[in-house]
């Protein structure tokens, strides 16, 4: 996906792949639906991901580094445009995307919100539902073309921006420290 979708042409995808255009067909009747296929594939390895690192026995703060770190590699990947393609031109696999973003991504943001907050992390009163609704708009608005205009921004590093500011935003002074300690290495670059 380092290309955005629209410029990628299925005589490219048979070339990258070594099979002719005619064996891509006989699987997918046209781009949308393998398009969609791929998504929801890179949608499993996320879960997949993300469940291996949620299920290390570490603090609601490491979590999030920890999935931050898995996020700015697969952002790092990801062409700007990706988003806009999916919404714009495959609307069956940027319904895999919101799926996903909905059900698996909030589950998670929210479970480690409860989590920290739990551990005495994060500040008691939080609305889980509407912090685990803004990190979600944050991740989003990193594709966002009319956010972020410049052609040579690293989305990886707006991501490490993003996820800072939240964490800061709903940590208790515990959590600060907490925080400041585990996230030295990751975020010398922006601090």
């Not at 990801?78 to 698996?104: C, M, N, Q």
């Not at 943001?109 to 539902?129: F, M, P, Q, S, T």
Request: with cysteine; charged share 30%.
């Amino acid at each position: 996906m380092r290309y955005g979708i629209k410029s990628i042409t299925m005589d490219e995808v048979a070339r990258h792949c070594n099979i002719s255009k005619k064996t891509i067909y006989q699987f997918f009747p046209d781009k949308d639906s393998l398009v969609k296929e791929i998504m929801e594939l890179h949608m499993q390895e996320d879960v997949c991901m993300i469940a291996a690192l949620t299920q290390q026995n570490c603090s609601a703060l490491e979590e999030v580094l920890k999935i931050s770190e898995f996020m700015k590699k697969d952002i790092a990947e990801i062409h700007p445009s990706v988003l806009f393609d999916l919404k714009k031109y495959h609307s069956s696999a940027y319904e895999v995307f919101e799926k996903h973003r909905d059900t698996h991504f909030m589950d998670t943001v929210a479970k480690n919100l409860e989590r920290g907050l739990v551990e005495g992390v994060y500040r008691k009163g939080i609305d889980v539902k509407v912090f685990a609704r803004l990190r979600v708009i944050e991740i989003e608005a990193m594709f966002n073309h009319d956010i972020f205009k410049e052609v040579n921004i690293d989305l990886a590093m707006v991501q490490l921006h993003f996820i800072d500011h939240f964490v800061r935003g709903l940590v208790t002074p515990k959590g600060l420290k907490q925080w400041e300690t585990i996230s030295e290495n990751l975020f010398k670059v922006i601090r």
